[in-house]
């Protein structure tokens, strides 16, 4: 009797350090799970920013465009911006 309620009490002990281990190890993981979605997060931020700059520079882009082809129209055969010059005046 003595001697299975001594292998009880080192297999509780056992058991116990083992639990310890585990929750510390859980601990760990959850920590880096957190650090990990931080990063992920602050990822798709960055994306989401980068995206709509693109967009902006895009419009940007395509208004220059349509600018210089106005100008380049409004100069006629000769067709140049400043193509008249203003006169000279002192």
């Not at 510390?24 to 920013?49: F, H, P, S």
């Not at 902006?56 to 210089?68: D, H, I, K, M, P």
């Amino acid at each position: 009797m003595r001697e299975a309620m001594g292998a009880l009490a080192r297999d509780l002990e056992r058991f116990q350090g083992e639990n310890r281990i585990l929750k510390r190890a859980v601990n760990i993981q959850n920590t880096r799970c957190k650090d990990v979605e931080a990063q992920l997060g602050a990822a798709q931020e960055a994306a989401a920013a980068a995206a709509a700059y693109a967009k902006r520079v895009e419009q940007v882009n395509y208004a220059l465009g349509v600018r210089v082809q106005q100008m380049e129209g409004m100069g006629g055969e000769g067709g140049g911006f400043m193509e008249r010059q203003p006169p000279d005046v002192y």
